[in-house]
């Protein structure tokens, strides 16, 4: 039986009749918060968002709270507010159904943070490839202006605040934070180093600026509307609010499922909400959050002590899909990209598609990754083409781990991750693949496999 | 900063021991400091640019003393020291600032294996051009492959293939499989030379270093991107293939080409200069210096070069053609045309010979458009020099008009010039055909032509001397190659000319007598300064009213004349 969703975010996007435009959002009671929001002392918006314990849904999960805590106030430099909608992490694709299908809730959750934070103007950076939802960004602004609910003197509070919708031109990169900025700034998105450009300080033109994912922000209009302590009662301690799960692979109903976090497992993900595998599968492995997050193995037995001391003993069904159990297991529930694999996955060729992602990807700034990422992708590549060697498999991961921790952002540990977790767990393969090219060579046969792959 | 202006030491632990720098010094400068040559081997960190934190071979790791989060309180380990909490992973040096207490580790396994890793990862699609690369001998990436290189390769795929020779300007050639876009050569262009013209196209490992359509680089400062290059990547087209730099001999030398007096070093072989290169002086030129400064060595070996010592067109040797002088000098109604070229020696002997034969001394100025930066409006590189001995008290005129009216009336019949071509500055030659005329110069030129004694004088890269700069700095010069052949340091000759003018036998000087006569005689200078005493970084001299006279150089890199008017303002404010 399929377990029942429980929708925050997600709350009205697929009802039948609810549509983007600004009159079925107000009818849905929409802005009401944004209206209590101007009402109210920013510093005590940050503090409920700061009892909320909500974390970020980008990718590292960060708390939102403490993010803005940081901020450097103390320079008179105006604050910016960046809304980071660049949702480019292979497997993730939340962000862009609120900006298609709820693109108001999003722009509520912005001004509520843009007060909060007495940003001068916002920006919503959105991916390139994400045309429509451009436009459809664009219009709702504009109805938003119309009804003073953005701009001069929102709602006669004497807060002015602007969003300026900017479009990506099509790279990964352009999701990290530094890298967004500087793209905004019109520059190659080159990540900044930090220190000493930390955004809270020396951020978008070198002013103090927050940057969140769309769903974090999201987040904040909730908050405003129950309180950060009773948003920090849905899911657990230290794991605050909903998750929008994106399900991509090897499962029979795959799509984006929310859920408060640590409601179910990686198990119930996969067969009550997602209908189970193909008939005759057998579940191999799963990537829990975006194809940087490591990769788990089914057969695996994750055993530990958890942040409050309890001690866990999980399958991998068993894992709770929250921030903190992920960790526990060695991965991270990232941006929520949960990518499942059956046993007809071939794991050398799984990674040479994630290792060509990554190659293409990289900026190309720091010695690590713009060399280190594209010769692990010339190296799986040779595999999956049928010159597999057996000491590959350690010389990947050695290359791994003269990346992960070395570079200017965190792509480098992001490119890294999936060829160390491929082979701390896969490394059977990856040797099993090179004898049995060996083999077939030995046979007067064609050593690669056909592959689909790039 | 504090308030009088001096920067606060912090005392900091690099691999054990404790050393004391300036607060805010980078990693990689404050391991420079410990000395014994002990260095965090760096690619893009460059001590007159921004910082990038691109090539990460400075990586280090960093600790700082631990404190409880809650109390503020140090936290001590068993023998009652404050525990140091290291970061996890290793930090980049160029980025990495000092401050109280931090920890340093340089040589851990850690950093050990990290350099190791970035020196693998430069070298996969790196080209094995060395034997044919004009960087070969000064490579950070050739010197520290042999550091931290396996000696072997684990790349088997194939090598990225780029542009190999892509013309970025007039002199400077790039190949982008050397390069290792480290953005040196970005950031100088957009820092420095304020001329925004480099930049990187396309992405990731394929990332190459280009031109933006349609421009160049042809800015009076593109061959220092050639300097600072790390790798071969870029060459100068003038350089390029011409001599391996091992072989090349490196001397320490000033810039002619304006009062700014970039300190330089000239690479030379068996008398042959093959290029002329910036040397670092934080109060002159930083590390940079103009490309046409660099060119300046050209004129060494052309035609018109000066090489013998004549009288009336025919050569002589040096002690009868000086004698000759003097007997002109003798006869009374003498003027010279100094010049700003002269070295501080030759023009003390200038200003000794006009003494002697009261003398009226003219200078000419060639002043020309200042670029801000180091290239200064006064194309001389030792007016101050002049100022300096006495050999003149004002600002010279651009022309010699009351000259040539003393001429025309008679009341010059001898006249001594030094490097100038006087027919361009006023005096036809006509005139000039009414006064008997000695020229001292290396090239040969119209006056010169009409001179009835020629005494022929070396380049700057064939002596050694001094100039002073348009911040009073006196900055020293060594020969870097021999001049032509029979002919003597100015000084020489020039004794030869002044001794007997005071009835004098000339004395056999050297450059040290020389010294102790300036030092001795002229007032700027101490009494107990020598030429060898004068460090390689120069020394600023204090000149009094001098530096009040309205000189023509606006601000550039190193020089603020409003600045300092408003120093001296305020420092009399003060006092008043
Ligand atoms: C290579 C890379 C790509 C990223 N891409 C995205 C992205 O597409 N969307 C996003 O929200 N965050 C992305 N991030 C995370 C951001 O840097 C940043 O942490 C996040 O936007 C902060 O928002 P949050 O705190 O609300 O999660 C990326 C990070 C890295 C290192
Ligand atoms: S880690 Fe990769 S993506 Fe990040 S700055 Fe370095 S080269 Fe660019
Ligand atoms: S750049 Fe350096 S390492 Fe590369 S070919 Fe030239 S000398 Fe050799
Ligand atoms: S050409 Fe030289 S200075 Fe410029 S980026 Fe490449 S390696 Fe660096
Ligand atoms: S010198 Fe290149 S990263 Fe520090």
Redesign the interface.
Known sequence: MAIQEQRLIFKHLDEPGYSNDIDCYLRHGGYEQLKQAVTMKPEDICAEVMDSGVRGRGGAGFPAGMKWKFLDRKSGKPIYLVCNADESEPGTFKDRQIIHKDPHQLIEGMMCSAYAIQAKLAFIYIRGEFFQGYRILERAIEEAREKNLLGENILGSGYSCDIIVHRGAG?YICGEETGLIESLEGF?ANPR?K??YFPAALGLYQCPTIVNNVETLCDVKHIIEMGGKEFAKIGTPGNSGTRIWCVSGHVQKPGYYEFPCAAITLGQLIYDVCGGLKPGRKLKAVIPGGSSSKILRADERFTGKLKNGTDFDWGIEDIPMDFDSLMAVGSMSGSGGVIVMDDSTDMVEALANINYFY??????????C??????MR??TQ?MIEGNAREEDAD?LNSIAD??A????CAFGEAASWPVQSFIAKFKDEFVEKAREQAARRKAGELAAKETTLI | MSQNGTVENVTINIDGQDVDVPKGTNIIEAVKMVGKGKEVPHYCYHPKLSIAGNCRMCLIEMGMPMRDRETGDAVLDDDGKQKIGWMPKPVIGCATNAAPGMHIRTSSDVVVESRNAVTEFLLINHPLDCPICDQAGECRLQEFSADHGRGFSRFIEDKNVKPKRTRLGPRVVLDDERCILCSRCVRFSQEIADDDVLGFVDRGTYSTLTCYPGKELANNYSLNTVDICPVGALTSTDFRFKMRVWFLKRTHSICTESSVGANTEIWSREGKIYRITPRRNDAVNDTWMTDSGRALYKTVESDDRLTQYTIGGVHQPVDQVAAAAVDLLRGGDVAMVASAHSSVEEQFYYKTIAERCATKVSLVSHDGEGDGLLLSEDRTPNLRGALVTGLIYQLPAADLSSLARDIHSGAVKTLLVVNEDVTTLGIAPELLAKVKLIYVGTHTNETAKEADIVLPSLMVFEKDGSFINQNFRLQKFKAAIPGPSGILPDYQVLEKIAAPLADEKPAPVTLDMVWERIANQVEHIETTQTWRGIGEQGLPLEPGSLRELPFVETKNLKYDPDAWKETQAAAAASEG
Not at chain 1, 370 to 375: A, M
């Open positions: 790279a190659r180093i220190p000493p190659a293409h990807e990289s900026c190309g700034q720091c010695t690590p713009r060399e280190g990422v594209p010769w010339k190296i040779r010389l003269q990346i921790g070395r570079t200017i």
